[in-house]
């Protein structure tokens, strides 16, 4: 059977059965190419699948014991929701020099005391990916290295080893001959990747893919790769930050919202403990704009520092920067205070950032920003034991957040005395008997009292 040709974007994917010159999908210009998927069904050995595959009742249907297996980094095994799941495709993000290639050959030591490995570098010789290995102290003998780009190649030596793990680095390197297009295109990229979801789903390999990030923070190649694979996570901070935040976008098998916390040392990513205490220590003292949040990542409490620095600007209009937290959200929560709190803000540039790389995206944060935002404006430190919580409405009113109380629990672990909150939540809240609870129910009523707060305390100093 004759295949049909077709137009695909380079960009996002789309495809049409015509040529466009600004792609439908995206917008683009010039993006559409052409393509001509495969003639032929993929053979059983080039893809893992079975010819005497056939359908199953759910009731009928085995659920193995070892459905998951741990990596040996608990923080990772947190992010995929307790372990990895057998024949499941999971893709890597993150910039270049963060620690995608670093994480997955360093599980390869726990992982290959019980499992085989094939990994495969489209980027490194056999040489290199030794020396990195010698440096991370990986001894295993269950560790295959392959250095190709060929999927075809690939495939035989996954047939030939039958590996329980594969590890891909990168799916931009990667090239099927049945498709006349260069490495890293969106036709390459996706049909490498699914023939490696073939593999995964018919052979019960688990497959990890990594995929590098673009200028505007998204995986190179078309956003389709993320709708196909099982489990998606982005490495998170800079390069030159010795923390890295390991976040979860897609996961089919565990939550969306966990974080785990890692640590760039000279032997490569150590997990984080605790990283409440991590991201506050070595907080200045004493200095206007800083406050402190607690974020619920997943089934836990993450402390977080915002600083907030405003100064008066020197053009005709003020800049606005943002780190960390959305910038929309911060313009939005800037128009709040100016409104409603009365703070002259018109004429002052905001920076705004989050200490330690962490991004902050839920609403119950908004207090935190507001109070560095007004102690920044108003010139006065607010003391290192109070936290924030609660989401600010375009009213200027505090409402309740989720899951308060267990932010008030990770505050009090760390040694806070004392929170702003929602009004209408403290009734629900317990704490210790020297925690205290200011409950308000207005950003302005929060300004106030916090003005008033700090004013005592420097006085008392």
């Given at each position: 059977?004759?295949?049909?040709?077709?137009?695909?974007?380079?960009?996002?994917?789309?495809?049409?059965?015509?040529?466009?010159?600004?792609?439908?999908?995206?917008?683009?210009?010039?993006?559409?190419?052409?393509?001509?998927?495969?003639?032929?069904?993929?053979?059983?050995?080039?893809?893992?699948?079975?010819?005497?595959?056939?359908?199953?009742?759910?009731?009928?249907?085995?659920?193995?014991?070892?459905?998951?297996?741990?990596?040996?980094?608990?923080?990772?095994?947190?992010?995929?929701?307790?372990?990895?799941?057998?024949?499941?495709?999971?893709?890597?993000?993150?910039?270049?020099?963060?620690?995608?290639?670093?994480?997955?050959?360093?599980?390869?030591?726990?992982?290959?005391?019980?499992?085989?490995?094939?990994?495969?570098?489209?980027?490194?010789?056999?040489?290199?990916?030794?020396?990195?290995?010698?440096?991370?102290?990986?001894?295993?003998?269950?560790?295959?290295?392959?250095?190709?780009?060929?999927?075809?190649?690939?495939?035989?030596?996954?047939?030939?080893?039958?590996?329980?793990?594969?590890?891909?680095?990168?799916?931009?390197?990667?090239?099927?001959?049945?498709?006349?297009?260069?490495?890293?295109?969106?036709?390459?990229?996706?049909?490498?990747?699914?023939?490696?979801?073939?593999?995964?789903?018919?052979?019960?390999?688990?497959?990890?893919?990594?995929?590098?990030?673009?200028?505007?923070?998204?995986?190179?190649?078309?956003?389709?790769?993320?709708?196909?694979?099982?489990?998606v996570l982005y490495f998170e901070g800079e390069s030159n930050i010795h923390y890295r935040i390991l976040r979860a976008v897609k996961n089919r098998f565990g939550s969306v919202n966990e974080i785990g916390v890692f640590r760039m040392t000279s032997l490569g990513l150590e997990g984080v403990e605790n990283p409440s205490a991590a991201l506050l220590?070595?907080?200045?003292?004493?200095?206007?704009?800083?406050?402190?949040?607690?974020?619920?990542?997943?089934?836990?409490?993450?402390?977080?520092?915002?600083?907030?620095?405003?100064?008066?600007?020197?053009?005709?209009?003020?800049?606005?920067?943002?780190?960390?937290?959305?910038?929309?959200?911060?313009?939005?929560?800037?128009?709040?205070?100016?409104?409603?709190?009365?703070?002259?803000?018109?004429?002052?540039?905001?920076?705004?950032?989050?200490?330690?790389?962490?991004?902050?995206?839920?609403?119950?944060?908004?207090?935190?920003?507001?109070?560095?935002?007004?102690?920044?404006?108003?010139?006065?430190?607010?003391?290192?034991?109070?936290?924030?919580?609660?989401?600010?409405?375009?009213?200027?009113?505090?409402?309740?957040?989720?899951?308060?109380?267990?932010?008030?629990?990770?505050?009090?672990?760390?040694?806070?005395?004392?929170?702003?909150?929602?009004?209408?939540?403290?009734?629900?809240?317990?704490?210790?008997?020297?925690?205290?609870?200011?409950?308000?129910?207005?950003?302005?009523?929060?300004?106030?009292?916090?003005?008033?707060?700090?004013?005592?305390?420097?006085?008392?100093?």
């Amino acid at each position: 059977m004759k295949s049909k040709t077709i137009f695909l974007c380079s960009d996002c994917g789309y495809e049409s059965a015509k040529w466009f010159g600004k792609c439908p999908g995206c917008g683009n210009w010039n993006t559409m190419s052409e393509y001509t998927p495969p003639s032929a069904v993929p053979s059983k050995a080039k893809t893992g699948i079975s010819s005497d595959n056939k359908a199953d009742t759910l009731n009928s249907i085995d659920m193995q014991d070892a459905e998951r297996f741990s990596t040996g980094e608990e923080e990772f095994d947190r992010v995929l929701g307790g372990g990895v799941v057998r024949g499941s495709l999971v893709l890597v993000g993150g910039d270049p020099g963060i620690g995608k290639s670093t994480i997955l050959l360093q599980i390869c030591e726990h992982i290959g005391k019980s499992r085989k490995i094939l990994y495969v570098s489209g980027e490194e010789s056999k040489t290199q990916i030794k020396m990195r290995a010698s440096r991370l102290n990986v001894k295993t003998d269950n560790l295959y290295i392959l250095a190709d780009t060929d999927m075809g190649n690939i495939m035989e030596n996954i047939n030939k080893l039958s590996p329980e793990v594969v590890i891909i680095d990168s799916v931009q390197t990667m090239r099927s001959d049945g498709v006349n297009s260069p490495s890293g295109s969106v036709s390459q990229v996706r049909e490498a990747t699914i023939t490696l979801m073939n593999v995964a789903k018919s052979s019960d390999i688990t497959v990890f893919v990594i995929g590098h990030v673009t200028k505007d923070g998204s995986i190179a190649g078309p956003k389709v790769l993320e709708h196909m694979v099982d489990c998606v996570l982005y490495f998170e901070g800079e390069s030159n930050i010795h923390y890295r935040i390991l976040r979860a976008v897609k996961n089919r098998f565990g939550s969306v919202n966990e974080i785990g916390v890692f640590r760039m040392t000279s032997l490569g990513l150590e997990g984080v403990e605790n990283p409440s205490a991590a991201l506050l220590e070595g907080r200045p003292q004493d200095v206007s704009g800083m406050s402190v949040v607690c974020s619920i990542e997943g089934t836990r409490g993450v402390m977080a520092e915002i600083q907030a620095l405003v100064t008066p600007t020197g053009f005709g209009n003020p800049r606005r920067m943002s780190s960390g937290v959305d910038y929309n959200r911060m313009v939005l929560l800037l128009a709040v205070l100016e409104k409603r709190a009365h703070l002259s803000l018109y004429n002052q540039d905001v920076y705004l950032n989050v200490a330690g790389g962490l991004r902050l995206i839920e609403p119950c944060v908004d207090l935190g920003i507001c109070a560095a935002v007004a102690s920044g404006c108003m010139d006065f430190a607010i003391p290192p034991y109070i936290l924030f919580v609660g989401e600010v409405g375009l009213a200027g009113e505090v409402r309740n957040g989720t899951q308060i109380q267990k932010r008030i629990d990770e505050a009090q672990k760390l040694g806070f005395t004392a929170a702003f909150v929602p009004y209408s939540s403290v009734k629900d809240i317990k704490v210790n008997d020297d925690f205290t609870l200011y409950p308000v129910k207005s950003v302005a009523q929060m300004v106030f009292l916090l003005k008033k707060i700090c004013t005592v305390k420097t006085d008392e100093e």
